[in-house]
């Protein structure tokens, strides 16, 4: 009798994922109203709108159908208030502070937080309020991926495989692909390893609505080889907080080899931060 009890209870949070759907967001309701403009447009315009902020998407197939069937699809980007933060992206009061600081950020950048579109959750918060929830579907994620899979899923917290993880580090990616099922996510567009976990998971339990990666482009920190901005590395980031003089200093630091545009990061800043200002279009080309 032992061994059944894990069987019934692995059978229960299989079901309560697989009931999860397109049509089963908590973000239903009236907000599909005729007045909306995105109800005006057509499934095409609706899909290059969005293709266009993602350098990949997993499937397009699927990101298609799932506008044809959900006006308004829940999006995840989930983000860590560890510290300062950069133009690429303890303590639970201590955290809570720097995540209404992070925020203000947002809003200052011009965010409408107001539409009813954008919503912060706090995750302690949501698990707290339905731990019975939440972590039934933690540990059916933990239990049915081997130790390395884990691991490969470890960049999501500035670290690579060949660090030596603590065992948090090692549940942390199997907490933030539950995320993605609790909050009843359907865009996963930041975390691409994760939301890779996520649609293995989905075809492990059978359920056919998977998560859609539609991933970001990451601009890259400001040294040599560094293939995203960092927080533990000040010199490598623009912080949204940084004043003119602090900016113009690290651009002159930065690594900006002349006619190179491979692995530029003084270039990949001006393609994707300044060129889109204007309406012409621009190609970047190496100059032999």
Known sequence: MATEAPDQNQSSTVAAIQSLSVSDSHADGPSSSSSNPTNQMSLEEKYQIVRSVGEECILEDELRNLLANKPEPVCYDGFEPSGRMHIAQGDLKKIETVGRYLIEIWKAVGMDLEGGKVEFLWSSKEINSRAHEYWPIVMDIARRNKLPRIIRCSQIMGRSEQDELTAAQILYPCMQCADIFFLKCQLGMDQRKVNVLAREYCDDIK????PIILSLHMLPGLQQG?????????????????????????IKKAYCPPKIVEGNPCLEYVKYLILP????EFEMTDIG
């Open 277 to 280: 200002w204007f309406e012409e």
């Open 226 to 250: 560094q293939d995203k901005m960092s927080k533990s590395d000040p010199s490598s980031s623009i912080f949204m907080e940084d004043d003119e003089a602090e900016v113009n200093v690290k």
């Open 207 to 210: 359920r056919k609505n998977k």
